[in-house]
C-alpha cells in the first residue's frame, strides 16, 4: 500500500517540487507568521493561548474547530471579529491531518511561514528581547540554506506541578514544574514550516516535504522525523502543557486523540508524562503582561 501510495504521489510531488524551484523567492504576504490548529473544547485556555502568541509575533490564526460544545468560539470572537483568528467548523474523527492539508492548500501561499502545533503547546522564544520571526529568519532564511523547508522545534514537557484539581486562572501562571531535559516527550518535535516547500501531511509532527527540501533544528542540524533529541535548547523550544491538573486529565481523555479519535488516552499515560523535576518559571514575564487583555 505504501509503495503503490508513492508511485501516485510522485508526479505531483515532482511537478510542485520543480516549480518551486524556479518560483521567484521575493513577495509579499498577507501573514508573516501563522498558527495551525485543530482544536475542541478549549474554552478554558484558548483566549490566553492566542493572547499569548499575538504578543511574540504570530499575525494570524487557522483555527479548525472539531465539534466544540463549550465556550471555545464565544472566547474567540473579539479575535474573529478583529480578523486574527479564523475560525472554521471541522467536525468529524480523525480530522487533524484533512485539517493541516487544508491550511496548506488553502491557506498556505497567504503565509510566509505556518506553525503546525496544538492548543496546549506553547511557542516560546528563550531570547524575550527576539521576536519570533526574527528568530525564524536568523534560522531559515538563510540564502545558503535554500532547501531547508522548516524549523524542528522541541517540545519541553510541563507536568501537573503536584495539582490534583484545575486552579484559578491560566496555564503559564500554574503550571511551573517541567520534565529535565531527557525526560519523557521532549525528543519530540512540531515544526514551523514555508508552506511552500510543503508537498502534505501524513503524520502530525513532522511533514512530507517536496523533492529535496528538509527540517533543520536550532543548530541547522537535519532533522528526519518526529523524534529528533536535543540536550541543550538556547533559542525556541515548545512548552508543552500535556497533562495539566490530574483533575482536567480525566476529564479530557474522553475526547480521544485528534488525529486518532478512537484512542483514549489512559490514566497511566497521565502519570508517566507527569514529571515535575525542573522549577521553571519563565513564562511569568508574560502573564503580568497579559492580565489586561485576559479581562
Request: hydrophobic share 35%; with cysteine; proline share 3%.
Amino acid at each position: 500500500m505504501k509503495k503503490i501510495s508513492y508511485v501516485v504521489e510522485a508526479p505531483e510531488r515532482l511537478y510542485r517540487t520543480i516549480k518551486e524551484r524556479f518560483r521567484t523567492q521575493t513577495r509579499e504576504y498577507r501573514h508573516q507568521i501563522a498558527i495551525v490548529a485543530i482544536i475542541k473544547n478549549e474554552g478554558a485556555y484558548i483566549k490566553e493561548w492566542v493572547t499569548y502568541h499575538t504578543m511574540i509575533g504570530v499575525s494570524h490564526f487557522y483555527l479548525f474547530d472539531n465539534g466544540s460544545t463549550d465556550s471555545t468560539k464565544a472566547e474567540l470572537v473579539h479575535y474573529i471579529e478583529s480578523g486574527i483568528v479564523d475560525f472554521i467548523p471541522f467536525e468529524g474523527r480523525n480530522r487533524q491531518l484533512p485539517a493541516y492539508n487544508y491550511a496548506l492548500k488553502h491557506y498556505g501561499n497567504d503565509c510566509r511561514y505556518m506553525a503546525f502545533i496544538d492548543a496546549d503547546e506553547f511557542l516560546f522564544v528563550m531570547n524575550k528581547a527576539q521576536r519570533l520571526e526574527d528568530i525564524i529568519d536568523e534560522l531559515l532564511n538563510v540564502p545558503a540554506k535554500k532547501s531547508v523547508g522548516g524549523l524542528a522545534v522541541n517540545w519541553r514537557m510541563f507536568g501537573s506541578s503536584g495539582l490534583e484539581h484545575r486552579p484559578e486562572g491560566g496555564v503559564l501562571e500554574n503550571y511551573l514544574y517541567r520534565a529535565a531535559e531527557d525526560g519523557k516527550g521532549n525528543n519530540c518535535i512540531k515544526t514551523i514550516v514555508n508552506p511552500r516547500k510543503v508537498y502534505k501531511y501524513k503524520q502530525p509532527h513532522f511533514p512530507t516535504y517536496l523533492y529535496g527540501y528538509y527540517s533543520i533544528d536550532e543548530n541547522g542540524n537535519k532533522v528526519k522525523g518526529w523524534s529528533h533529541p536535543v540536550e541543550q535548547i538556547n533559542k525556541i523550544r515548545i512548552n508543552h502543557y500535556f497533562t495539566k491538573s490530574k483533575e482536567e486529565w480525566v476529564e479530557r481523555r474522553s475526547f480521544g486523540k485528534a488525529d486518532k479519535s478512537d484512542e483514549k488516552r489512559t490514566i497511566e499515560e497521565f502519570y508517566a508524562h507527569d514529571n515535575n523535576e525542573i522549577f521553571d518559571d519563565s513564562m511569568l514575564y508574560y502573564v503580568q503582561q497579559m492580565e489586561t487583555q485576559l479581562k
